[in-house]
Nanobody
Framework: QVQLVESGGGLVQPGGSLRLSCAAS????????MGWYRQTPGKQRELVAR???????NYAISVKDRFTISRDNAKNTVWLQMNSLKPEDTAVYCC?????????WGQGTQVTVSS
């Protein structure tokens, strides 16, 4: 069973940056398209970015040109570089397979954008 552990969140001012990390255990990570999702209380979980096993990326329009997803299959790690952060980016960010989340969810990492 693959386990996912997210880290790197925190409090940042509008316009600031954060880099999130997703570390995965298990032997099948390299075969998955992986994505970053965000969840705000009372709202549906949103897939904001995804990356194939070979590095092809896609982004939600709300984050395009601001966020960058990357991965290192050898390290079983996926990152999300978030720049030009906005208050509406505030959410718990989680990683999982994409576009469907097939793995058990990790705890996520809280991102709060506030002045």
């Amino acid at each position: 069973q693959v386990q996912l552990v997210e880290s790197g969140g925190g409090l940042v001012q509008p316009g600031g940056s954060l880099r999130l990390s997703c570390a995965a255990s298990g032997s099948i990570f390299s075969g998955y398209t992986m994505g970053w999702y965000r969840q705000t209380p009372g709202k549906q979980r949103e897939l904001v970015a995804r990356i194939t096993s070979t590095g092809s990326t896609n982004y939600a329009i709300s984050v395009k040109d601001r966020f960058t997803i990357s991965r290192d299959n050898a390290k079983n790690t996926v990152w999300l570089q978030m720049n030009s952060l906005k208050p509406e980016d505030t959410a718990v960010y989680c990683c999982n397979t994409a576009p469907g989340a097939l793995l058990p969810w990790g705890q996520g990492t809280q991102v709060t954008v506030s002045s």
